[in-house]
Every structure is written in C-alpha cells, then in structure tokens.
C-alpha cells in the first residue's frame, strides 16, 4: 500500500487489508512515495478512525518505498495517480510496472480515481478515506482470495 507520506492513507489501508486477511498468509505493508516521515507513527486522525472500527495501527512506523519492494511484494497499491507516476518512474521493467495498480480501480474500474489526501482536511476527510479503503480491500481480498 503506498500513499505520499505513509502517515495517513496507505497505513490505513495496510491495518484494514491485514484485518480482513490475517488468517490467509497474506503480507502486507505500507510505504510512501516521500521520506519526509520515515520512523513516525501513522497520524493521530488515520489511529482514530481506524481504532473506532476495532483496527490498532498504533504500531505501524513509516517507511519509504524502494526498488526492492518490487521483488518482494506482488501487487503494489497506490493511493493517486501522483504516487502511480512516482512508483512507475522506479520500475526497472515491464514486470514491475505490472505489479502497480491504483487502489480505487478495484471497485471503480478504469476510472483511475485518486484516494483523496486527507492530511489538510478535518476528520471527515478521514472517514470517507476509510470507507473507500475498506471497499476496495474488500474487492482486494476478493481477488486473491
Ligand atoms: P498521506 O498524506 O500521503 O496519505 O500519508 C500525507 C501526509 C503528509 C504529507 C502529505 C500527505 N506531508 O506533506 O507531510
């Protein structure tokens, strides 16, 4: 799950992923495009949303992606279109190019909608990230089920 900052959205959808595959095998992780909160804690309002839905991402601690993730994971979700041009500038090849994919196209798909940033908004912005996230992870799970 990759966001920008990986405090706010992909932290979000990497607790609502495991919550619904953690019996399966599945591994899961989250990363930003940015290092600019590498080490941190995901933010207050993604650690409140989540916990009102029963999920703890208090533990989680940011991290920025690299190249090696392509070899380590199968399918990279990113957030927005902007992530989407930043994570395909680092592929090597065609194969990791394919492993990318925008996360609202699961349930939306071909529409190539953007998880809106909510760093600068209230906590609505927060709740309707999470209602999104929890959808697509649902068709997620779906898939590689
Ligand atoms: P995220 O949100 O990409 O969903 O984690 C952001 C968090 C921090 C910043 C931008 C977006 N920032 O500019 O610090």
Same mark, same amino acid.
């Given at each position: 799950?990759? %966001?920008? !900052?990986?405090? %706010?959205?992909?932290?979000? +959808? ?7 595959? *953690?019996?399966?095998? @599945?591994?899961?992780?989250? @990363? ?9 804690? /995901? $933010?207050?309002? #993604?650690?409140?949303?989540? +916990?009102?839905?029963?999920? $703890?991402?208090? #533990? ?9 993730? *392509? ?10 279109? #902007?992530? *989407? ?8 090849? &065609?194969? $990791? ?8 196209? &699961? =349930?939306? /798909? ?5 998880? /809106? ?5 209230? +906590?609505? !912005? ?10 697509? %992870?649902?068709? =997620? ?5």
């Amino acid at each position: 799950m990759v %966001c920008l !900052g990986n405090i %706010c959205r992909s932290p979000l +959808a990497e607790g609502i992923l495991r919550s619904k595959t *953690f019996l399966k095998g @599945v591994e899961v992780d989250s @990363v930003g495009t940015a290092n600019y909160h590498v080490g941190n804690r /995901p $933010d207050k309002r #993604s650690i409140g949303v989540a +916990a009102k839905n029963n999920i $703890d991402i208090s #533990s989680l601690r940011g991290r920025q992606f690299s190249v090696q993730d *392509f070899d380590d994971f199968d399918l990279i979700y990113v957030m927005d279109n #902007s992530n *989407f041009k930043d994570i395909n500038t680092l592929a090597r090849n &065609e194969e $990791d190019k394919q492993k990318v994919f925008l996360i609202l196209n &699961e =349930i939306f /798909p071909g529409e190539n909608l953007d998880v /809106p940033d909510p760093y600068f908004g209230g +906590a609505h !912005g927060f709740e309707t990230v999470y209602k999104m996230l929890d959808q697509a %992870c649902d068709a =997620i799970v779906e898939k590689i089920s």
